[in-house]
């Protein structure tokens, strides 16, 4: 079957998004076909100024518009605590719950000895660095609660606590508001292994 | 839990098999080679997605055909109709409860639970450390998630870990022992949840293999279940143990490359009166055991998950004299339903059928009631 080269184009350069099949980039680029000028116009400079208008955070590595992001500008925040993520996702998740008030830390992924992630691809000298020149008290390790992120966090810990900066890590647990019947047990099992005094 | 039901297309032997299952005993005989196996085989599959061998899906789907296909209605509280279809041409397997697909193998793990005595499970008391972690592994996994969730974390913890040290053997590079620390006490931590779960399960399941044993055997021998951890016997504190012995191993898994120390080299150790059962048991006494493990399985599974397992044996009698046949038929009446194929039903003689017992005759991949 003969594709015509621009479609052809457009399915391989929206197949290559993540989580995009070959099947989906069909759809997609045949629905952008059909749409009017105007609409694609528009998501086309969306695209462009994201790149151009976007870039990282030189002290903290979030998605920021100047060189030094929002949140590491705002005299407000409380620069004393850093909490350290993987993703600029992460910081979205926590800034949505309004729950913490200091700064942030991107670390770009973690450790995976594996997949070949040292150290030196993260933003951990960076990161020491704050720490070094910083009025910085405490590091609150947000990571996920898988494999990699587990020991990311007790190799941060051991850089981390010679300094003597106070290391702390996000509970893990039941998700608020929901049900223990409908947790699934391997949380419940955690939750009940990794329980506290009152 | 009971299966009721099992449709097998192109299934081995098996071109098209529809099988109604009894509530109790149920008798598949047949010779070698006419598929009498391959329906404990489909049950397996069904409850688990997984074949209980190690042979790859390809090797199930009949010879000449491109796909196979198994259906099974399983009831307790509620009814479920369970299909997996095989296609060898995508080489990928789909996997339905009630006709809905499921994508995650895992979700399935313990929603049916089974348990299965092969001739294969010599190895269980014969073979190497390897296979009796596997087996214990499998069953705390059935009972409990967290443990599963504990498992595949350390696993995943020891290749990143065996990667490292691999690389540390390669470079020599020194800038790397910050990572291996952090690696090791991830280690520490996962494994000694390991530990101590499998510790509470061996003393729990001390119980239910001698009630098994005493039921199978004479009174007169008592086995025991006892767990070797850290290359050395369980004594509760393992997480110092576990580090002063994982630091004593640093070079010598930098020389190799490896991981040399933690609870993916544990052992179980079983005996009779005290008496070493790998060194000095009898054949007889290794059979008697492995039965009488299975039989402790499905009671524990069981009380754990408030579900009866589905029971099926492959050869149960085939290395066992008429008394002791006879004694783990009696034993099976208190199981419920059970699936057990046998080469011919005169061959054990007292072996008595009850009215609800079934009797499936197997021949050439066709099934009959007999
Ligand atoms: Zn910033």
């Known amino acids: 079957m003969q594709i015509a080269q621009p479609l052809q184009l457009a399915i391989e350069e929206l197949s290559k998004l993540p989580s995009i099949g070959t099947k989906t980039a069909q759809r997609l680029a045949l629905f952008l076909l059909k749409s009017d000028i105007d609409k694609v116009n528009s998501l086309t400079s969306a695209i462009t100024n994201l790149k151009e208008k976007l870039r990282f955070c030189s002290i903290c590595f979030n998605i920021s518009e100047e060189d030094v992001c929002e949140v590491c500008l705002n005299h407000k925040r409380d620069r004393s605590i850093i909490c350290v993520v993987e993703e600029a996702s992460d910081v979205i998740a926590i800034e949505k719950t309004n729950e913490f008030s200091g700064l942030y830390h991107v670390l770009g992924g973690v450790l995976s000895p594996l997949s070949g992630v040292d150290p030196n691809s993260l933003k951990i000298k960076e990161l020491l660095k704050r720490l070094e020149s910083e009025e910085v008290k405490e590091v609150i390790l947000a990571l996920n609660p898988d494999t990699e992120g587990e020991a990311t966090s007790l190799y941060l810990a051991k850089l981390i606590k010679p300094i003597g900066v106070q290391v702390t890590r996000i509970a893990r647990g039941l998700p608020i508001g929901g049900n223990l019947e409908f947790a699934d047990e391997a949380t419940i099992g955690r939750a009940v292994i990794n329980r506290i005094n009152l | ?370």
């Open chain 2, 1 to 370: 839990m009971r299966l009721n039901y099992i449709k097998l297309n192109n299934f081995r032997i098996h071109k098209s098999s529809e099988i109604n299952f009894s509530g109790h005993l149920n008798y598949i005989i047949g010779g070698n080679g006419q598929g009498k196996t391959t329906i404990l085989e489909a049950v397996y599959y069904l409850c688990t997605t997984k074949n209980y061998s190690s042979s790859p899906d390809s090797e199930i789907v009949r010879f000449t055909e491109k796909e196979f296909e198994a259906t099974g209605l399983f009831s307790d509280l509620t009814e479920n109709k369970v299909r997996v279809y095989y296609s060898s041409e995508q080489n990928k397997k789909y996997y339905f409860q009630n006709d809905k697909q499921i994508y995650r193998a895992a979700s399935i793990i313990g929603l049916f639970p089974v348990v299965i005595l092969t001739p294969g499970d010599h190895s269980i008391t014969q073979g190497s450390p390897g296979d009796r972690r596997k087996f214990i592994d499998s069953i705390i996994s059935q009972a409990s998630d967290t443990y599963l969730n504990y498992l595949l974390d350390y696993n995943k913890t020891l290749r990143h870990r065996a990667s490292l040290l691999n690389q540390i053997k390669e470079t020599g590079n020194r800038s790397l022992f910050g990572q291996l620390d952090a690696w090791s006490e991830k280690l520490i931590i996962t494994g000694s949840e390991l530990i101590s779960a499998r510790e509470k399960f061996a003393v729990g399941f001390n119980g239910y293999v001698s009630e098994s044993y005493k039921i199978i055997m004479d009174e007169s021998e008592i086995p025991q279940i006892e767990y070797y951890t850290l290359e050395g016997k369980y004594d509760g504190d393992y997480k110092e143990r576990f580090r002063k012995l994982l630091e004593s191993k640093r070079n010598e898994e930098i020389r190799r490359g490896a991981n040399l120390a933690g609870p993916h080299r544990d052992d179980f150790i079983f005996g009779i009166n005290g008496k070493n059962l790998k060194t000095y048991g009898s054949q007889g006494q290794h059979k008697t055991f492995q039965v009488a493990l299975r039989f402790a399985q499905f009671f524990y599974l069981k009380e754990k998950k408030g579900k009866t397992p589905v029971f099926l044996l492959d050869d149960v009698f085939g290395e066992l004299d008429s008394k002791r046949s006879v004694r783990i038929s009696e034993y099976l009446k208190l199981v419920g339903q059970a699936f057990i194929t046998m080469t011919d039903f005169s061959d054990i003689s007292n072996l008595t059928r009850e009215e609800d017992d079934l009797i499936i005759k197997v021949a050439n991949g066709a099934v009959s009631y007999g």
